[in-house]
């Protein structure tokens, strides 16, 4: 059983879409969050849930959505997709808001705005 | 400017040498993370250092904590080509619970 799985694994899509990215982890981990990694690989937060709360919010355009219907889950929804939003999108999650105790990713959704 | 530079940025190495690479900020941080990232995945935690001075060891990786926690490096003995991957360094500073990755040193280890 995956621990946190993504889906979808690759998205390909034309400006001006919208799009969702789901994430699901069967970890018991109460916080969840999503990560974007450029093309350089830097990895820079977006958002935060602890138990379907929001508690971190990055300077992330309003385009983009997170929405968490339960602990276990946390969806990215992307309005008006613009070709600067192709990256790679990965989930994570941890025991608690001290995430000393270790991130476990997902394995990413690469979205290429074309 | 970024909180944790990482050095060095790519280092391409053959079979059994031994590397280490750094990672070094001006803030002081309660702990910090190292994770390998291999391509296609996610990054994968290997290990946290929370006190200053600490040394941790996980096989043929050696991982220290600076005494004024705020910088760590990263040891490989005798790498092997399965340690081929992103190292990154992570960890929240000050009083700050909002986590902050480096940008990472690519390892290529040859056979």
């Known amino acids: 059983d995956t621990a946190v799985s993504q889906t979808p694994k690759y998205l390909v899509t034309q400006m001006g879409n919208d799009k969702s990215i ?4 069967n970890l018991g981990h109460d916080t969840m969050y999503w990560y974007k990694q450029d093309s350089k690989k830097f990895l820079k937060i977006m958002f935060s849930y602890n138990n379907k709360e929001l508690i971190i919010n990055e300077t992330v355009p309003n385009r983009f959505s997170p929405k968490s219907p339960d602990k276990a889950h946390l969806n990215l929804h992307i309005n008006s997709l613009e070709l600067g939003d192709s990256a790679v999108y990965f989930c994570a999650s941890s025991h608690a808001r001290d995430w000393r105790y270790g991130y476990t990713f997902g394995s990413g959704t690469r979205l290429t705005v074309v | 400017t970024q909180l944790l530079e990482q050095s060095p940025q790519f280092l391409s190495i053959q079979e059994g040498e031994n590397l280490t690479v ?32 600490e040394v941790k060891k996980l096989k043929r990786l050696t991982f220290q904590f600076g005494d004024a926690r705020k910088d760590s490096s990263l040891h490989i003995t005798a790498a092997q080509p399965g340690d081929t991957g992103l190292y990154l360094c992570a960890g929240a500073p000050g009083g700050s619970y909002i986590p902050t990755f480096g940008r990472g040193t690519s390892l290529i280890v040859h056979p």
Not at chain 2, 29 to 47: C, D, I, K
């Open chain 1, 22 to 25: 789901k994430c699901e982890q």
């Open chain 2, 22 to 53: 750094y990672c070094n900020s001006s803030s002081v941080f309660s702990s910090l993370q190292w994770y390998r990232q291999e391509p296609g995945e996610g990054p994968v935690l290997l290990v946290t250092v929370v006190t200053g001075g």
